[in-house]
């Protein structure tokens, strides 16, 4: 069974602080995903990771994609309490559907609280 | 912007009632996923559909069936309500094989079973 497991659980910090949140396997994963969720509603996908190595930067957040494709981390840099909310990694595994189909291995998310 | 629509955002229903959870995308997505969530628990699947009259079991398919007739509509169906089915309900789409798999969301049912 492949599982993805995310540290830390939950992250309480100040605005301007600078955080980093862990997504770890001992799974290959083709592509590697995060997502944000408020309460209340549906995640909301921010990125996706393919290749080993993989940095890609989206305003404030930066997310890595580990070499060996098992791993992932997200940094925020300067959290402001517009960024609190539930971030979710998730690893993309082929299915033997005859093509290229795929489902999502989801961790269990880290909640993240940023106080004004 | 791909929309994906459930019917309803909360809905109370009593144990041993039939419960339909519909879902509808707008984006021509061929694959179609049921999750639910839970505190300490994660995302779960219970059911996906990678084309129309197909289907199949995720992780806690018990207690649960699918439909679906239409390429945009996917629908969960709780044949007999049990208080441990009180839960979020997510529903989810993606294309087939390319994009890496990405995944867009509906905004929830909240479900409680009394």
């Known amino acids: 069974t492949q599982l993805l497991e995310q540290s830390p659980q939950f992250l309480s910090i100040q605005e301007g602080e600078n955080l980093t949140v862990y997504c770890n396997s001992s799974?290959?994963?083709?592509?590697l995903q995060w997502y944000r969720q408020e309460p209340g509603e549906g995640p909301v996908l921010l990125v996706t990771?393919?290749?080993?190595?993989e940095v890609k930067k989206l305003k404030r957040l930066t997310f890595q994609f580990g070499d060996a494709r098992k791993d992932s981390s997200l940094h925020i840099t300067a959290a402001q309490p517009g960024d609190t909310g539930l971030y979710l990694c998730?690893?993309?595994?082929?299915?033997?559907?005859?093509?290229?189909?795929?489902?999502?291995?989801f961790g269990k998310g880290t909640k993240l609280s940023v106080k004004p | 912007d791909v929309k994906v629509t459930q019917s309803s955002r909360y809905l109370v229903k009593r144990t041993g009632e039939k419960v339909f959870l519909e879902c509808v995308q707008d984006?021509?997505?061929?694959?179609m996923f049921w999750y639910r969530q839970d505190p300490g628990l994660g995302l779960r699947l219970i059911y996906f559909?990678?084309?129309?009259?197909?289907?199949e079991k995720g992780d806690i398919p018990e207690g649960y069936s699918v439909s679906r007739e239409k390429k945009e509509r996917f629908s969960l169906i709780l044949e007999s309500a049990s208080t441990n089915q009180t839960s979020m309900y997510l529903c989810?789409?993606?294309?087939?094989?390319?994009?890496?798999?990405?995944?867009?969301f509906g905004p929830g049912t909240r479900l409680t079973v009394t």
């Open positions: 799974s290959v994963f083709s592509s």
């Open positions: 559909s990678y084309d129309v009259k197909m289907k």
């Open positions: 984006m021509d997505h061929e694959n």
């Open positions: 990771v393919v290749t080993g190595g």
């Open positions: 998730a690893g993309g595994v082929l299915m033997n559907y005859g093509g290229s189909q795929g489902n999502l291995i």
């Open positions: 989810a789409s993606s294309l087939i094989g390319g994009d890496a798999y990405e995944q867009y």
